[in-house]
């Protein structure tokens, strides 16, 4: 997940708002907090999700 931090926070701000610079909202907010929003990430179609899932093999013409 590290090495794909950059999309990580850029799907944070489109999806949530969420600015992961804002040290204030960072400090106010829980782990569990921030791990839900990026497991939710996940579950859309997000550039993180399209980085991490598997490509699907295109038929043979």
Not at 32 to 48: F, M, N, P, Q, Y
Request: hydrophobic residues 45%; without cysteine; negative net charge.
């Amino acid at each position: 997940m590290l090495t794909h931090w950059a999309l990580v926070e850029a799907d944070l701000h489109e999806r949530y708002g969420i600015d992961v610079d804002d040290r204030a909202l960072m400090r106010a907010r829980s782990w569990r907090w921030l791990s839900t929003r990026i497991v939710g990430l996940l579950a859309e179609d997000t550039r993180l999700a399209r980085a991490l899932a598997p490509r699907e093999e295109q038929p043979p013409q």
